[in-house]
């Protein structure tokens, strides 16, 4: 059944959206840093349908620079798996994930995020969906995650740790928390959405 979307909220004000309650992630979260990790984390998202997809990478304060992703984040139905790029490299078997177009990947400014990852090893992305445009298309003119989870699932989440270190050997668990919550989001919206 397709939900009609004519009185969906168009956005909520930055005001409105600091009532709302904040909410994280509060599943389970797979640190991924060695490739026997990495090989299990697969075999499980290979099952999935619909995997929230974001990615972090170091802050440049550099006019015209950017670095690379330091940490990929796909979240499934029952965990969210933090892929530690600087661990467990960028290759074939992620790479195979983010190609399939059976497996829906969901994010905000996916585009970018894939052409960052294709800086480390070249593919050609299938099953990327940008939600920005999604919510767009039924109305919403929420564009970022915090606003579109604000929106569209009545809560907001902290992007404190957003200008964070991501290539740091042991990131925090304010850190982890934030990027489940990020993958996590974009799984739910998109399932909101859909």
Known sequence: M???WADAPRTLSREEINLLPIRAYGGEICLIRTEEEQDRALNLLWKEKVLGFDTETRPVFTRGKSGNPALLQLGGENCVFLFQLN?????????DLLADP???????????????LARLHAFTPGGAVDLAHLAKARGVQAQGLR???????????????QCSNWEKEELTPRQLL?????????????????
Request: no cysteine; aromatic share 8%; proline share 2%.
């Open 102 to 116: 059976h497996i829906v990947k969901a994010g905000v400014a996916v585009r970018d995020d894939l052409r960052a």
């Open 178 to 194: 934030y990027a489940a919550t990020d993958a996590w989001v974009g799984r739910e919206l998109y399932l909101r959405l859909a």
């Open 147 to 161: 606003s579109l989870a604000a929106t569209l699932l009545g809560f907001r989440i902290s992007k404190s740790a």
């Open 87 to 95: 661990r467990v490299p960028f290759g074939e078997a992620l790479v």
């Open 2 to 4: 397709v939900e009609a």
